[in-house]
């Protein structure tokens, strides 16, 4: 894909030139949305809000990457979705679970995995990577969510969140302690390869 041809398309007024980069970049634009605020309905409104401002402010844009630019309209639409969840806090219409009482959730019932026992497993071990970023600082987890899940590099997570270079290295840095010590409480969900050394032992 030639994404500034498109963009230069796009800034000419050719929607479908438009659309073939929402198209591209929706699923990573979904999936930051989503390990940020947590679920689905917010991640999907919050990626339509994106790439409709993205589209309606086309003419500000300054060149470089378009990809970064837009992962910036979608981390400011995140910070306002949270910002707006302290104010008005919801309390979620999830079932709370007692500790011994097991239920399947509808994200492993839509999984397509062969096994069922693989799918919850898979299940699990997303929720412990997902309540591991929920706890860290909102300014911590998008660093995270951009460069370790979203494979950006560290100059493009600056543009995307406007922080300078040092502060993306010195966050992440700190943020991936955070994420290692929380997952360690979940050592059993996680591969052998990955935990500790003293954990693979016992």
């Known amino acids: 894909m030639d994404e500034q041809a498109l963009v230069k398309d796009a800034l000419g007024g050719d929607l479908d030139a438009f659309n073939r980069l929402v198209l591209a970049y929706q699923d990573m ?3 930051l949305a989503y390990r940020m605020l947590g679920d689905d309905s917010s991640a999907k409104d919050v990626t339509q809000k ?29 910070y306002d979705e949270l910002r707006q969840r302290k104010r008005h806090p919801t309390t979620p219409l999830e079932p709370e679970l007692d500790d011994d009482e097991e239920i399947e959730s509808p994200r492993w019932l839509a999984d397509n995995s062969p096994s069922p026992e693989e799918s919850v497993e898979r299940a699990e071990l997303e929720d412990a990577i997902q309540n591991c970023l929920s706890d860290l600082p909102d300014d911590f987890r998008i660093i995270v969510v951009l460069v370790d899940v979203e494979g950006l590099g560290y100059e493009q997570a600056a543009a995307a969140t406007g922080n300078p270079l040092g502060t993306i290295k010195s966050r992440l840095a700190r943020a991936r302690l955070r994420m290692r010590n929380c997952l360690q409480g979940y050592w059993e969900l996680i591969p052998a390869i990955f935990r500790l050394d003293h954990e693979r032992t016992t």
């Open 29 to 31: 634009a979904f999936n």
């Open 50 to 78: 994106a790439f409709i401002s993205a589209y309606r402010g086309l003419t500000g844009y300054r060149g470089g990457s378009f990809r970064s630019w837009v992962l910036k309209m979608v981390t400011n639409a995140s």
